[in-house]
């Protein structure tokens, strides 16, 4: 059997493992997805990691498009997904609507869980809000980076403490068990991140991989995902 091998960032995990499965049944091929922080699949792409699909942020594949890495004619648009701030399901929703809101929600947390500061995303974006907030030094001892978004949200939905709470891209919120969204992150910090798929140029089969692409961006899958936490426009202050 034919192996599709995608590598995704983590915010596109929900729709990818959905539509898998009934690709698979359509098309005859397993597809083996790996999900991480965007710098972190593009270090396993670059480093020959297998891969025919690539999922991750608009400017990211545009990047490697420019460098032949995925083939720039296969490009396709997922959608926008927004950051935002969850709780531990079954804790109170907090309230994060404007910057003071957001800075008493974190201050009073006894832990706070985000993805990698250096590779993901919203862990580069979160890192700055909180320095932003001028609440890093007095947070410093409950911050809590994971590798990604979906282990930062698997870890506080089994945070053993009080008060946890997490932020990532919503899409991983909406798709983590044992979390509860409470919302975006207000105005002044909000981020919204374009994610496109892709080809890769050294893809097995060419014609499997683009078949895959047209699934997850057409509009077949549109409620799914828009169910997921990928918007068709965001008026969101920054577009990554």
């Not at 670059?46 to 032949?68: F, I, K, R, W, Y």
């Not at 869980?113 to 410093?140: M, N, Q, S, Y």
């Not at 590798?147 to 506080?156: R, S």
């Amino acid at each position: 059997m034919t192996t599709l091998h995608v590598l995704s960032a983590g915010a596109a995990k929900g729709i990818v493992s959905a539509l898998a499965r009934p690709f698979e049944l359509a098309r005859g091929v397993e597809v083996r997805g790996t999900f991480g922080a965007v710098g972190a699949m593009r270090e396993a792409l670059l480093g020959g990691a297998p891969c025919d699909v690539v999922v991750l942020t608009q400017a990211m594949l545009n990047s490697l498009a420019a460098e032949g890495h995925v083939v720039r004619d296969t490009i396709r648009s997922l959608g926008v997904v927004a950051t935002g701030v969850a709780v531990r399901a079954g804790d109170a929703v907090v309230d994060v609507r404007d910057e003071g809101a957001l800075r008493d929600a974190l201050s009073q947390a006894t832990s706070v869980h985000f993805p990698d500061p250096a590779l993901a995303t919203a862990g580069i974006h979160f890192a700055k809000v909180v320095r932003e907030l001028g609440i890093h030094d007095a947070l410093a001892s409950r911050l809590r980076a994971h590798p990604n978004g979906a282990t930062a949200m698997a870890a506080l939905a089994n945070a053993g403490d009080a008060r946890p709470i997490g932020c990532t891209q919503i899409s991983e919120i909406l798709y983590t068990r044992g979390v509860t969204l409470a919302g975006p992150l207000p105005k002044r910090f909000e981020l919204a991140t374009r994610y496109d798929a892709a080809v890769a140029s050294r893809a097995g089969s060419p014609s499997v991989a683009e078949a895959f692409v047209t699934s997850i961006s057409g509009a077949s899958a549109r409620t799914l995902r828009a169910d997921g936490g990928f918007e068709e426009g965001s008026d969101a202050n920054r577009v990554a």
